[in-house]
């Protein structure tokens, strides 16, 4: 049997008594991989991303562990809530537009203490101030700095379009104008490389177009070691009390926590290990996070049909996008359907052997986005559910 086919009877026997749709967490493979982002932190903390957790069962399991502390938020009103529930460190990774969250944060000493909010532009902090229910409380700050690779003067543009903060001067120009504004406190500096964290260097089948990804990469990490650190030192010079400088991802943590500027890492994908993380080079996780969908026809030879599973993950458009069929091995889509909404036929020999009722397990594209689909995620242990977590969704909260 291989170590698939093991996990797929482990997977059956532990779910037995649930009905599909169903999904799970193997908390070995989480703990495992949890494990293996610290090491290649190399002693730097890792702050949890919650956009790839959506379950705070799951994130108070991480942070309770070493080499783990703080976490990185999606949205303003997710990072009061986390507050509320006792998380003391939230940073929340983009700009708000939540008026009514800023009100609520700028109320309560509590939460403006756990929550660092995100600028890249003075007229976000305009923002909060016309939303301020307390002038004597301090609001604390991190500033963006945008990671992309530019080249030919600018020409070419490879990463996200994320902060308008590209170079030392920007940056220390808006952090002067924190520092002389009432009610806010530069706390943070975060650059997120997702050209070099969140793009596979290893794609299957695709050897040229995998080697100039990694080229890319190995440019893209030199030209922002440098300009990171330059940064730093531009952005301590005004605010010399800066408590952290996050950078990093799960694709990148290892090359990201060698820099000597940064003091912390974010990661979070790497705990559930989604199909998008498994063409790397720099390292090799464990897939943690399933779902399964039940069979429900049998149209033929070769042919099985499950119901649901169309799930894609945000993003480009691309079947990369699509949740991948992961037990038994050896199924595929139907080129002419894909993964639908209510009914998903699957082909490939493994069919013949699937009963109706038997459950067909997959692997989403992305991590937290599976729990936008599930109010609940069981745990398993071995060949056992040992408890069961509510999502984000089963807290009756989605914040995007």
């Given at each position: ?5 093991a996990d797929?009877?482990?997977?059956d026997?532990?779910t037995a008594h ?6 799970i967490?193997?908390?070995e ?7 293996d982002?610290?090491?290649r ?8 991303a ?7 069962a ?5 942070l ?5 502390a ?9 990072s ?6 006792g ?7 983009y ?5 009514t969250?800023f ?7 509590k ?8 600028v ?9 101030d016309?939303?301020r ?5 301090e609001v ?8 992309s ?34 009610g ?7 650059a ?19 080697r ?8 893209a990490?030199k030209?922002?070691a ?5 940064v ?32 912390e ?7 559930y ?9 720099s390292?090799s ?11 429900v026809?049998?149209?033929g030879?070769?042919v099985?049909?499950v119901l649901g599973g ?28 894909g ?14 052997d699937?009963?109706?009722?038997d ?10 986005e599976?729990?936008e ?17 509510p ?8 914040f995007?």
């Open positions: 049997m291989t170590p698939r086919a797929r009877a482990r997977y026997r532990a649930l009905d599909a749709p169903v999904a967490v193997d908390l493979a989480f703990d495992a991989n949890a494990d982002l610290v090491r932190a190399a002693g730097k903390p890792i702050r949890v919650s956009k790839s957790v959506r379950c705070r799951l994130l108070e399991r991480v309770a562990r070493p080499g783990f703080g976490i990185m938020s999606f949205t303003l009103a997710e009061l809530w986390l507050a509320r529930a998380f003391e460190d939230v940073l929340l990774a700009p708000s537009a939540d008026r969250a009100a609520e944060l700028t109320s309560d000493p939460l403006a203490a756990a929550v660092t909010v995100m890249d532009d003075p007229a976000q902090l305009d923002l909060v016309a939303a229910e307390r002038q004597d409380l604390r700050v991190c500033l963006e700095l945008d990671t690779l530019q080249l030919f003067g600018g020409r070419v543009r490879v990463g996200a379009r994320r902060s308008p903060l590209r170079t030392p001067a920007q940056l220390a120009d808006l952090a002067r104008s924190v520092a002389r504004r009432p806010f406190r530069l706390v943070g500096l975060m997120y490389e997702g050209h070099v964290a969140g793009v596979g260097d290893a794609v299957a089948g695709r050897p040229v177009r995998s100039a990804i990694r080229l890319m990469q190995s440019a990490r030209e922002l440098a300009r990171r650190a330059e730093v030192r531009a952005v301590r010079a005004v605010a010399p009390d800066l408590e952290f400088v996050n950078g990093g991802g799960t694709g990148s943590v290892q090359h990201t926590a060698a820099e000597a500027a940064v003091t890492i974010a990661a979070g994908s790497g705990l290990v989604p199909r998008l993380f498994d063409n790397y080079t390292f996780g464990r897939p943690a996070a399933l779902f399964a969908q039940p069979v026809r049998r149209p030879v070769g099985v049909t169309g799930y894609p993950a945000s993003g480009a458009p691309g079947t990369d996008r699509l949740p991948v069929p992961y037990l038994p091995e050896g199924l595929g889509y139907d080129g002419q359907e993964a639908g909404e209510v009914q998903t036929p699957l082909l490939g020999s493994a069919a013949d699937l009963l109706i009722g459950k067909v397990w997959f692997r989403h594209a992305k991590a937290g599976l729990c689909r599930f109010e609940e995620l069981h745990l398993v242990e071995g060949d056992r559910v040992t408890a069961t977590a999502t984000y969704r089963g807290e009756g909260r989605t995007l």
